[in-house]
């Protein structure tokens, strides 16, 4: 009997080699002459100081790329949720971080910016107004901000704000809402009286850590429909059992320019942190968009015209 050819995993595939160098090489371009500031929006059951927590050198890491300075901003999501709102056990909110929620009388630690009603696609998600309008304040009061960086439902809500804070963006809800999309949240409208103006400028930059977009639903095909054009680049565990990858590919598919900035790992539902290959492709697309920015959009170099170790 013919041997079955082993499946290649998706992180050691050619076009992920090529993403990973490419970023890794930009990573050794020109630092920005001024400090950089960054969102970071936890997952569904986590919060702002434990996301900090799980992201600590993360932000060393990013703390010596980037000299002139960078400070990372960790908003807690305003949705807590109930015990019977979460189907896994998580840390309690008053013994240690290993003890589990074994009591429906305890209340969890746990934050979502949302929170997704439906067995199966389509999803609803139910108070997302609410997450949406905890960011837009954050915005107004802890920014203005380079880039946003999500994980899982953080990532979703990460291309979610890219989108809200694009020019034209606006009429673009409005134009699907009689179809029955739902309507640019109020919380991001300016109050300048100027239909084009939102609350705060376009994002520089998004990154995606297990992000996924909202399939399959009217109700939100404005955050996609025209396609994000902020830059986003979009990290997926080969091993993810938590968001299936066609979720994740929807985000990737809902985004502009998206060839070379999609990065697989070899690992499950998490962030990785420390693992010096994906931070420095993280630093490399940073560097990027923000050179970009500061040079009016100045083509980058091609792969043909570096200096590649091969």
Known sequence: ???????????????????LLRLRIMSQAPTPSRPVKIL???????????????????????QKAFPAGISLHYPTAPIRLSPAD??????????SEAAEVDSKDEEPDAWAWWRRKGDQEPYTYEGIEQGLAHVAKTLQSEG??????????????????????????RQGFEALYPRGGMRYPESFEADTGYVEEAIHAPLKFAVSYSG?????????????EPKIKTPML????SLDAVVEEARSLALVEACEQSEGRVIYHPGGHFLPSSQKVYVSALIGFIKEVL????????????????????
């Open 291 to 310: 050179h970009a920015a500061e040079t009016g959009g100045k083509k980058e170099e091609s792969m043909e015209e570096m200096d590649v170790p091969f």
């Open 1 to 19: 009997m013919p041997r079955r050819p082993a499946r290649v995993p998706q992180n050691i595939r050619p076009a992920n080699l090529y993403s």
């Open 212 to 224: 996924f977009s909202a399939r399959g639903m009217n109700l939100y095909k404005a955050f996609y």
């Open 40 to 62: 970071m929006l936890h997952g569904f059951t986590q919060s702002g100081p434990l996301f900090h927590a799980k992201t600590r050198a993360l932000e060393k890491n990013l």
């Open 86 to 95: 979460i189907p896994f056990p998580v840390p309690s909110s008053t013994n």
């Open 144 to 169: 203005p901000f380079d880039g946003v960086i999500g994980f899982s439902q953080g990532g979703a809500c990460a291309g979610m704000l890219a989108s809200l804070l694009e020019p034209g963006r």
């Open 234 to 237: 979009h990290f997926l565990g």
